[in-house]
């Protein structure tokens, strides 16, 4: 398969814990992002990066939550001192610059804080 | 203002019939616009993109845009019971964040 995977698919975690997700983007995509979905909503942007630069996040990424793309390759989404709030399927997603930006996502990763 | 906009629906139409989906964006700047199929659970399943104004046909699906009116639409024909889905709506700059919109839920009555 080699499409984008991520993983955990599914994490459970008590509240104030700190969780930590992992982005494979389709082989020699250099475009990576990060999104957020709750139910009965669209998916939210949270950041992306363009190989290991982090060229945009969004005013919903608090300072509870950081993403790194150090190799240019994989990328971890962490947050830290989880809330409530921050249950959500998060969404990695990458694309080819060269092709009008067209985003694929993976299957996502649920999050429940409880 | 959200930057698209979509009616949530719920939209049903019996099998066979055409679905008609609409989209509205805000920023004039956007460039790509994209349709993509949600099933409940999964993740979104890109269907569609669409960069120029007028219609881009693809099988059973046509998306059309209109630039100068900042709409999108997608237009499903010969609707199946495989088709109930939410559809999402999306649009942005080459090069920048993309915008999705809440989806629309579509119903196909076999």
């Known amino acids: 398969d080699t499409g984008v995977s991520q993983d955990p698919r599914h994490k459970i975690t008590k509240r104030g814990q700190n969780v930590t997700f992992r982005c494979d983007p389709i082989?020699?995509?250099?475009?990576l992002y990060w999104y957020r979905q709750t139910l009965g909503q669209g998916p939210e942007f949270l950041t992306y990066?363009?190989?290991?630069?982090?060229?945009?996040k969004s005013r919903l990424l608090s300072d509870r939550f950081s993403a790194e793309r150090p190799k240019g390759s994989f990328s971890t989404l962490e947050i830290q001192r989880t809330e409530q709030g921050d249950s959500a399927m998060y969404l990695c997603a990458s694309s080819l610059l060269s092709q009008s930006n067209t985003i694929y996502f993976g299957e996502g990763s649920w999050l429940t804080v409880v | 203002q959200k930057e698209v906009e979509q009616n949530s629906g719920p939209l049903s139409v019996p099998e066979g019939a055409i679905a008609s989906l609409n989209c509205t964006y805000s920023?004039?700047?956007?460039?790509?616009f994209f349709w993509y199929r949600q099933y409940s659970g999964k993740s979104p399943e890109l269907i569609m993109s669409i960069y120029s104004n007028g219609d881009k046909e693809d099988g059973r699906f046509t998306a059309q845009l209109n630039k100068a009116s900042q709409y999108v639409s997608l237009l499903i024909r010969d609707s199946q019971p495989s088709d109930s889905a939410t559809y999402l709506c999306?649009?942005?700059?080459?090069?920048?964040?993309?915008?999705f919109g809440t989806g629309t839920s579509l119903t196909v009555i076999p």
């Open positions: 990066f363009q190989n290991e630069a982090q060229l945009e």
């Open positions: 999306a649009g942005g700059n080459t090069g920048n964040q993309f915008y």
């Open positions: 920023d004039r700047g956007s460039q790509s």
């Open positions: 082989s020699e995509h250099n475009r």
